[in-house]
């Protein structure tokens, strides 16, 4: 199957997704299947909520169009006569993370050998199955344990990444870290700019790499209209699980004696540190301009994205409310896994 055809058949799934998103044709079997589906994600990681899932279906009913396909896929040379097994090891920290990773290894036309993360094990097997029924010639299995592969393509945390770098240093791999995002305030940002910040930090319950765990502001910046538009997303709280973290660091930062920000829902801690915990959100004041980017200079590595509502020093950034949605060619980390596949 040619690689116009393999484009058509993803833009067919997307198809039946937009239908279910749109809930045409709700007495058909598809779409029985896909509330079954969203049904039995829950089930399995509670992290995974109906709205979580629905956020993530909607982003990718709005990429997989026949023109983003094309488009993305004509800045590469793609051969079908050198299918290589890939091996992909998967996060499992928001719904459907891998699933770039498996689209782009088959529409470069490998074979994917997919482990799974137990925590999401349902969504991506169901689409990657429907995909293949209207395109025959997808080769991808689900293992337990990756077999030998030609190229590995794994993410995680920073202390499995030691363990990946060390048992595939003998294959070409991308091997993907631990990685957050941040949000710069200046105190020109309209309500709407806010409000995006604040879709930035809670989507997901902030378990995503393009999560914002970090807010920095400028010195004497008044906190009353983040907490304003913070109130939208108060319903977080009666998320078991959410609601457990927010409690337990309340609770250890009360016991320390430790200064916060409380509006029942999030805390807010003064702190450098990149990488808040759930419930949490570290925000740092900066003087200048030349300081703030001092520090991000050297924490690059440990950032995904940079939320501002405007251009921010010789970084790249992104809009505010834009960190969950990137274009289908902004790649994890900024290393290009087309130019990686399509040059083994």
């Avoid at 251009?311 to 130019?339: C, H, M, S, W």
Wanted: some cysteine.
């Amino acid at each position: 199957m040619s690689l116009d055809q393999r484009i058509k058949s993803l833009v067919a799934v997307r198809n039946v997704l937009d239908q279910f998103l749109n809930k045409k044709y709700v007495d058909s079997q598809t779409y029985s299947e896909f509330k079954n589906l969203i049904s039995l994600a829950e089930i399995k990681n509670p992290w995974f909520t109906e709205k979580s899932i629905l956020s993530v279906l909607t982003y990718w009913n709005s990429v997989l169009t026949e023109e983003t396909l094309t488009n993305w896929l004509s800045n590469y040379t793609i051969k079908f006569n050198k299918s290589k097994p890939i091996g992909l090891v998967l996060a499992g920290n928001i719904p459907m993370v891998g699933f770039h990773d498996c689209i782009s290894t088959l529409l470069t036309g490998n074979q994917a050998k997919i482990k799974l993360s137990s925590k999401d094990s349902v969504l991506i097997p169901f689409l990657l199955n429907l995909w293949k029924e209207f395109c025959k010639d997808l080769e991808f299995e689900f293992v337990e344990k990756l077999p030998h592969c030609d190229a590995v393509i794994t993410t995680g945390t920073t202390n499995t990444a030691r363990y990946f770098e060390y048992y595939f240093k003998n294959i070409p791999h991308i091997i993907r870290k631990n990685r957050t995002s941040i949000a710069i305030i200046n105190g020109n940002e309209t309500k709407a700019d806010l409000l995006g910040i604040a879709d930035d930090i809670f989507t997901y319950f902030g378990l995503g790499c393009r999560s914002v765990t970090q807010l920095f502001i400028p010195v004497n910046y008044d906190l009353k209209p983040l907490f304003n538009v913070f109130i939208f997303y108060k319903d977080c709280i009666n998320h078991s699980k959410y609601s457990n973290n927010y409690e337990y660091n309340k609770a250890i930062y009360l016991m320390n004696l430790e200064k916060f920000w409380d509006n029942n829902f999030i805390l807010l801690k003064e702190s450098r540190n990149l990488f808040s915990p759930i419930g949490t959100l570290y925000f740092s004041t900066y003087y200048d301009n030349s300081e703030l980017a001092n520090f991000i200079s050297q924490n690059t590595d440990y950032l995904q994205c940079i939320v501002s509502a405007q251009p921010f020093d010789r970084f790249k950034t992104v809009l505010p409310g834009q960190a969950q949605n990137p274009k289908i060619n902004d790649y994890a980390d900024g290393v290009d896994i087309l130019e990686f596949l399509t040059n083994l």
